[in-house]
């Protein structure tokens, strides 16, 4: 079955400094990865889309990569800051219907 | 723009109670409708999917069900609750552009079923 993996441990940061995030997929790649943040309470806000032929994405301080060889997206937020502090959740499209199948998501602690 | 509305935000609700969560979209046409579970601690559990009205289709066996009775409206029902039921119920809405899909999520349904 085609799955996606996210590292379900706190990442723990200080503010400044880059926070890096990993999804790692099973069986084919798919053709495109998404990164949304959810904060507790709410529901997931799409932040990035990246593309089985694009190897890195950037949007502000937000970087994503594919590595179809890895078959691994890092999502990177430079520059920390405690408002960063979220749950961020990887997502993949199946084939077939337009299902996303999503990661359990990690969560980012960015300190002061 | 479009928008999503779920209501209510919070529920609370005995064991073999019925249940009627409702979702509706605004700003948005023949969209993608979707409903989802997160269970504490746990991932996003797609429950049921809808590409148009009354065409529903379920992802996990369960006690739930869905209907669709117009465009922009999705609901999500059970006649008897189980404990297992508890969680946070999202609504979810998409739309197909060219090859990809962007799902736009609702603020979510708390439900405690004791």
């Known amino acids: 079955s085609q799955k996606i993996e996210q590292n379900s441990e706190t990442l723990n940061i200080q503010e400044g400094k880059t926070a890096t995030l990993t999804c790692n997929y099973t069986?084919?790649?798919?053709?495109?990865l998404q990164w949304y943040r959810q904060d507790p309470g709410r529901g997931p806000v799409f932040l990035l889309l990246?593309?089985?032929?694009?190897k890195e994405k950037r949007k502000e301080r937000l970087k994503v990569t594919f590595d179809t060889t890895l078959k691994q997206s890092l999502f990177h937020i430079t520059a920390s800051q405690p408002a960063d502090s979220a749950t961020y959740l990887c997502a993949r499209m199946n084939t077939g219907f337009q299902k996303l199948v999503f990661g359990t998501g990690t969560r980012l602690l960015v300190s002061p | 723009s479009q928008t999503i509305h779920q209501w209510p935000a919070t529920l609370v609700q005995p064991v073999g109670s019925p249940l009627s969560l409702e979702c509706t979209v605004e700003g948005t046409s023949n969209p993608n409708l979707y409903w989802y579970r997160q269970a504490a601690g746990r991932g996003l559990q797609l429950l049921f999917y809808s590409i148009g009205i009354g065409q529903i289709s379920s992802e996990v066996p369960q006690n739930l069900s869905a209907s669709r009775p117009q465009d922009r409206q999705f609901i999500l029902s059970s006649k008897k609750l189980l404990l297992s039921d508890s969680g946070f119920y999202l609504c979810a809405w998409s739309v197909m552009s060219g090859q990809q899909e962007t799902q736009y999520f609702g603020p979510g349904t708390r439900l405690l079923v004791l």
């Open positions: 069986n084919y790649s798919p053709a495109y």
């Open positions: 990246i593309r089985e032929n694009e």
